[in-house]
């Protein structure tokens, strides 16, 4: 089954500061691959999505990732964070043809001002 | 459109007790989900429907149980409570005409203590 690796279990950035998250999965072919962001108390919100073309894909609220299959890795980035930013995030990766998708730990980001 | 609903929000359960959790979503979604959270675990898929009567097992059933009568229903059943089911549970939908792998819609989530 596929699987995913998030790195970092906490990140604190000072506000207006770049933000880059790592996200590493595990598959044999072109997984899909999510970023959805959990603010306190709330469910899951999606970011954005990589299902194919275009490695480099735009999300909501600034966000974007880039799909690097060398690498196996999706890295979320921003660059400039907001105090709203401050949230956990989650990697999530899909497998084509079965209905198992697998999410990180999840990273969380403080936001100093 | 609410989305997707869940209740109770927060619930304290005494070992052995049982309970459902109720999750209802409005958008015709045929495909959902149940997956419970626990601390730097990240989020464990416990059941999934495909539509109503069709359901099957995720990554972490057991102590679970599941139905789906209607569209919009699928309520989560735990029969004798342990602690280590408590955890905070989350109801997902996602629309059919995508499959399993496209985007989920969450619920609010239900925190749920057995002590």
């Known amino acids: 089954a596929q699987s995913v690796t998030q790195p970092d279990i906490h990140i604190t950035v000072s506000e207006g500061a770049s933000l880059e998250l790592r996200c590493n999965y595990s598959?044999?072919?072109?997984?899909?691959l999510f970023w959805y962001v959990q603010s306190p108390g709330q469910g899951l919100q999606l970011l954005l999505k990589?299902?194919?073309?275009?490695?480099l894909v735009q999300g909501i609220k600034g966000f974007e990732a880039e799909f690097k299959r060398s690498q196996s890795s999706f890295n979320l980035r921003k660059p400039s964070v907001h105090w709203s930013d401050a949230a956990e995030y989650f990697c999530?990766?899909?497998?084509?043809?079965?209905?198992?998708?697998?999410f990180g730990a999840g990273t969380r980001l403080t936001v100093k001002p | 459109n609410a989305g997707v609903t869940q209740t109770p929000k927060f619930r304290i359960l005494k070992i052995g007790q049982s309970m459902t959790l109720q999750c209802t979503q409005d958008?015709?979604?045929?495909?959902m989900y149940w997956y419970r959270q626990d601390p730097g675990m990240g989020l464990k898929l416990i059941y999934y429907?495909?539509?109503?009567?069709?359901?099957d097992k995720g990554e972490v059933p057991n102590g679970y149980n599941v139905s789906r009568s209607t569209t919009e229903d699928f309520p989560l059943r735990l029969e004798l409570a342990a602690p280590s089911q408590t955890s905070v549970y989350f109801c997902?939908?996602?629309?059919?005409?995508?499959?399993?792998?496209?985007?989920?819609?969450f619920g609010p989530g239900t925190r749920l203590t057995v002590l």
């Open positions: 997902a939908s996602s629309p059919y005409f995508s499959g399993a792998n496209n985007e989920q819609f």
């Open positions: 598959y044999g072919a072109t997984p899909y």
């Open positions: 990589y299902f194919s073309g275009d490695t």
């Open positions: 999530a990766v899909g497998a084509r043809g079965n209905n198992d998708m697998r």
């Open positions: 958008m015709n979604h045929n495909y």
């Open positions: 429907s495909v539509g109503a009567g069709i359901t």
